[in-house]
């Protein structure tokens, strides 16, 4: 159980923590032997999603402990590692979870796992106690029944493991071959923001005194620059707008459709679709989930509503007795050469080894194109960046250039 408790220490300040006891005796004890005074404990109660039930400042807390769990897919991973290393060294499972908690750090992860060690303490199953908190994927918990079922938990924790670990290693590469374009635009924008509304302000003035007829572009520039100079904070507001306004059209049936079908037209996005069915297909498989079970899992994993209605219609013909390979062929969301390694894996009994070898495969492809999108995304930036300020100085230049020939 999880206590909240305020004390004092030997200086006479407030400490406010949380502490992972047995009982408010045992919570007391351990605050004690930190050398605190206890004034205040009290248990935290976790609800079905892991929340735990106090004020705002804790509501808050908790949002953020939340958040950080979410967007961390680490959490799920270490502590898969960790249970596995455990278990592996003969250790039963309710003092492994028991000894993980101690270790974990995040304060709403923790009482996560708290909350399951309870109820495994109260004798539920360890995939059931793991059912009532969101931050475990259906996936991951059919898994856990799986392995629990053929008494091979340690060895489905440790594939749990691999496959979070891969998972973030794909999400790091992606985030690290954006992050340079990125800047590069962030960067891009700034400058020329700057020339708009420091430089060009100055100039236009300049021209303004001298009462000339100035050439289309350069009154186009200038008008911008009067207007971001003016009128900036309609921007942030113009992007506000937009995204909500494209969050609330792909909370939209029809919008969702239309963005993901846009999705699937991106060769990266695509890849990143073949790499996540035939991987968690096949390791599904591997670890004797039904097939029909299986599709409706890596179904809910895809996260795009056109494959997913794909994915149904192929598990829909197995239903009926087709063969994996037709059915998906008859889907049509694979490549050719997929849909040949799979029916090439069915005629040889291993379709669940070819799937994670497709799936392999396209975790190297993926790499390759992430290279060669970062290779062509940066030069295109610096174009883009050269262009937008070569237009708004050959603007600049174009009445001093008149003013010149006039002179002469």
Not at 197 to 202: D, G, L
Not at 232 to 259: C, E, K, N, Q, V
Not at 309 to 326: N, P
């Amino acid at each position: 159980m999880i206590f909240q408790y305020q004390a004092l220490n030997s200086s006479g300040d407030s400490v406010s923590d949380y502490i992972d006891a047995p009982s408010e005796s045992a919570a007391i004890s351990k605050i004690r032997a930190l050398g605190l005074y206890p004034v205040k404990i009290s248990r935290q109660t976790i609800a079905e999603n892991g929340a735990k039930t106090t004020g705002l400042k804790n509501i808050l807390e908790r949002l953020s402990s939340e958040m950080s769990v979410k967007f961390n897919s680490r959490q799920t991973g270490i502590f898969s590692r960790q249970l596995s290393t455990l278990l592996k060294a003969g250790m039963p499972l309710l003092t492994a979870v028991n000894d993980i908690i101690e270790q974990i750090e995040n304060k709403h992860f923790r009482n996560i796992v708290s909350d399951v060690r309870d109820k495994l303490e109260g004798g539920s199953s360890f995939s059931n106690a793991l059912s009532r908190h969101s931050v475990f994927s259906e996936m991951y918990i059919n898994m856990v029944r799986v392995g629990e079922n053929l008494g091979s938990l340690d060895h489905v924790m440790e594939r749990l493991a691999e496959i979070s670990e891969k998972n973030n290693i794909i999400k790091n590469k992606i985030r690290a071959a954006l992050y340079y374009p990125v800047f590069m635009f962030c960067f891009a924008i700034i400058i020329v923001i700057f020339l708009m509304v420091k430089v060009i302000p100055t100039i236009a003035e300049m021209f303004r005194d001298q009462q000339r007829e100035l050439p289309l572009p350069t009154k186009i520039v200038i008008f911008l620059s009067d207007f971001l100079s003016s009128y900036w904070f309609i921007i942030p507001l113009i992007i506000i707008g937009l995204i909500w306004l494209y969050r609330r059209y792909s909370a939209t049936a029809s919008g969702r459709h239309r963005i993901d079908g846009i999705k699937l037209k991106l060769p990266l996005y695509k890849k990143m679709l073949v790499l996540r069915f035939t991987q968690n297909l096949g390791i599904l498989l591997s670890n004797k989930v039904d097939i029909i079970k299986s599709f409706e899992i890596v179904q809910k994993i895809v996260t795009n509503v056109i494959v997913e209605e794909k994915i149904g219609d192929a598990s829909k013909k197995i239903r009926e007795g087709s063969i994996v390979s037709q059915a998906l062929k008859q889907s049509d969301f694979l490549p050719k050469l997929v849909i040949g390694m799979i029916a090439a894996g069915e005629s040889g009994d291993n379709l669940d080894d070819m799937l994670v070898k497709i799936g392999n495969l396209y975790e190297v492809e993926l790499d390759l194109t992430i290279s060669s999108f970062t290779s062509l995304i940066e030069p295109l930036i610096i174009i883009f960046m050269g262009i937008i300020i070569g237009i708004i100085v050959i603007s600049v230049m174009l009445p001093i250039m008149e003013m010149n020939l006039l002179v002469q």
